[in-house]
């Protein structure tokens, strides 16, 4: 999401939500080579820490992804910036 | 130079440790490497790896990434039964041997047994180049024993029967709990009953400890092996020498030298087994963490850091060990 291009890119909404939503799962993938590390490390607390973390990442991903799936197929029934309604 | 050699599907069983299922790309070439180099195979890993990758009834398979290798081995109970058989008669067994002792023992017919028993996937059983014949991975190999009994004093020719019976109580080895495979090992030559040894050019390396499976068969450079004239002549001409020879060992020297030797080498080898299990194991809970994280378990993780704990206890005392053992 580049606000200095644009502060809304309605009709890129879905495609910036799944970048999102792709950005959260590569968190994931990361906060699990950190928990490696932390494990290595003997750093329970930060392991604590990390899964509370997650979980909310998760259920933010859950959200996000229903909300897409809710709305993208209906996408020409809503606003759009392109074709203009009467 | 011609010895007692796995398979290359056998070969990359043996990378394996028991208890691995899979194990990182690099790693098992690493592995891998070490046992075509103390084989005698001119293949790099790669290449190996490959070739066997492509094998119809392959040991293993790329797992969910290309950077793990797993086994394809799944249980069943042919295998357990098979492996039973072959652990119970301690004797190598081809195929076509084992599949009527199942069919004694199961239910499942000729077709069945024949489809389902892919030993090629089982990570217990091994076979040798030129043999078909199946062994336990679990055996170990005489040959280099019996090679370095037979030259430390000064053998040529032994008949089986007097070698078992030296080898049981001067060297401790039993032939009923090792293998000796005379017919794979150019060192050797059998002529009925008795066994001749085929001297070297140059001196084997004594083997630190002849248990480790990797320096069984581990010659030095390729020696040509010597005309098969020259052999007999060679047989031919100490053959007289070596009953004499035979007689006047002198049992105490080489048992005491041999035995205290080989027993501070074992136990430092098997401290090394322990630090390479211990370090396996850290690998793996690694891996596990990751999958309790997945699943929020806080719990296991904290047990399996405890764990960890006591196991870097454990790596700490036995590197002291190991440190005063090689001292000595």
């Known amino acids: 999401m580049n606000r200095d291009q644009n502060l809304i890119r309605l009709e890129q909404r879905f495609a910036i939500l799944h970048e999102i939503i792709e950005a959260y799962r590569l968190r994931l993938q990361t906060m699990e080579a950190e928990v490696v590390e932390l494990f290595a490390a003997n750093h329970l607390a930060a392991i604590s820490e990390r899964i509370q973390e997650k979980q909310r990442i998760v259920r933010l991903i859950h959200k996000l992804e229903q909300f897409v799936a809710r709305w993208e197929t209906m996408e020409h029934s809503g606003i759009d910036h392109e074709t203009k309604r009467t | ?328």
């Open chain 2, 1 to 328: 130079m011609k010895r007692p050699t796995y398979t290359l599907s056998s070969l990359i069983k043996k990378v394996f440790r028991p208890g691995e299922r899979s194990l990182p790309r690099h790693e098992i070439k690493e592995r891998l490497q070490q046992f075509l180099t103390a084989y005698g195979y001119e293949l790099d890993s790669e290449t190996a790896l490959a070739k066997i990758l492509q094998m119809k009834q392959s040991p293993v398979r790329v797992g969910h990434t290309e950077a793990i290798i797993e086994l394809t081995y799944q249980p069943h109970q042919l295998f357990d039964l098979a492996y039973r058989f072959l652990r119970d008669t301690h004797t190598p067994k081809k195929f076509e041997q084992i599949v009527p002792e199942l069919r004694r023992q199961t239910q499942f017919s000729w077709n069945q047994v024949t489809r389902l028993l892919e030993l090629e996937r089982d990570p217990r059983f091994v076979q040798y180049q030129g043999d078909p014949r199946w062994f336990l991975a679990e055996w170990k190999v005489a040959n280099d024993h019996v090679y370095d009994f037979m030259r430390t004093n000064g053998l040529r020719q032994i008949s089986l029967r007097s070698l078992a019976y030296f080898l049981e109580h001067e060297v401790g080895i039993s032939l009923r709990e090792e293998l000796f495979l005379p017919e794979a090992d150019d060192r050797f030559q059998l002529e009925g009953e008795s066994l001749m040894i085929v001297e070297e050019a140059a001196d084997t390396p004594p083997a630190m400890d002849g248990h480790d499976s990797l320096q069984q068969a581990h010659g030095p450079e390729e020696h040509p092996p010597m005309p098969l004239e020259g052999r007999a002549e060679a047989a031919a001409t100490v053959s007289p020498e070596w009953k004499t020879k035979q007689e006047s060992i002198e049992e105490e020297i080489f048992v005491n030298t041999l035995e205290t030797k080989s027993t501070a080498a074992e136990v430092s080898q098997l401290l090394r087994q322990a630090l390479g299990r211990l370090e396996e194991r850290n690998q793996q809970m690694a891996a596990e963490v990751v999958s309790f994280f997945q699943q929020s378990n806080l719990q296991a993780i904290e047990e399996l850091m405890q764990e960890k704990h006591k196991n870097e206890q454990i790596v700490q005392g036995l590197r002291q060990l190991l440190t005063m053992t090689d001292e000595q």
